[in-house]
């Protein structure tokens, strides 16, 4: 089985009840089950939660709600992994095989299908155990500086300062869209952040953390310009 599992608890602090907020008009969360739908990737697409509300608009788009989260994975501390792991042992326990999984995350109105399938492709055609949604930083990290306590400026890397940024090796961000990974590598905890990974690399324009307010006003102005360019529907 191919299996999608959206994380979506209820307890979201710094925008309350995000995964169900509406963005554009309709619930965040379903960008996220429209996206998995429209790749043709899943055996199953189901959202991990531990609320009723949040269960019920996730099954209005679509989705499945087969259990509810567990307390102690609904927590601010539980990992995605352990949410996924969940998700994978309780259909094992119904005798159910999982070969694939992926986590996607709810707050991902930017996610298109091609990555979803374009990450599957390539974990099917190599021994590696994730695949994953990166991006490129749009500036130099080894020019980057901080604010220090006295509120002057150091540089994180002195050496590199006066570096052109031709001269410097482009650096990539987790996306923070959708981590493929083969059921056992999610059961054994293989570190996602190593060479057992392969990197899904998506456009800038196509990328938004959504974690505070002024995140969303962003990402709804960067989605409206995207519709009117004709880049996303």
């Avoid at 907020?21 to 996206?35: Q, T």
């Avoid at 567990?70 to 992994?81: F, I, K, Q, R, W």
């Avoid at 055609?125 to 604010?147: G, H, L, M, N």
Wanted: glycine share 4%; hydrophobic share 40%.
């Amino acid at each position: 089985m191919k299996l999608a599992v959206i994380p979506a608890r209820g307890g979201s602090k710094r925008i309350p009840r995000k995964n169900i907020r509406s963005f554009l008009g309709k619930p965040i969360i379903a960008y996220s089950i429209e996206a998995a739908k429209q790749s043709g990737c899943f055996d199953k697409i189901i959202v991990s939660t531990d609320d009723e509300e949040i269960a019920e608009v996730a099954r209005q788009y679509g989705a499945e709600v087969p259990f509810f989260r567990p307390a102690e994975l609904s927590d601010d501390y539980t990992g995605t992994n352990d949410v996924v792991k969940h998700a994978i042992n309780w259909y094992i326990d119904k005798g159910q095989d999982v070969e694939y999984a992926c986590c996607i995350y709810a707050t991902s109105p930017f996610l298109q299908a091609r990555f979803l399938q374009q990450g599957l492709e390539k974990l099917q055609i190599t021994e590696k155990a994730y695949a994953f949604s990166v991006t490129s930083f749009p500036f130099p990290i080894q020019r980057s500086i901080k604010i220090t306590a006295n509120d002057s400026i150091e540089a994180f890397y002195p050496e590199h300062i006066f570096t052109r940024s031709q001269d410097l090796e482009e650096a990539y961000h987790d996306a923070g869209q959708f981590y493929w990974g083969r059921a056992s590598a999610y059961l054994n905890d293989e570190v996602l952040f190593s060479n057992s990974s392969i990197p899904i690399v998506l456009p800038r324009y196509l990328v938004q953390d959504i974690d505070t307010l002024e995140d969303w006003q962003r990402a709804e102005h960067m989605y409206k310009s995207l519709q009117l360019e004709g880049v996303i529907e």
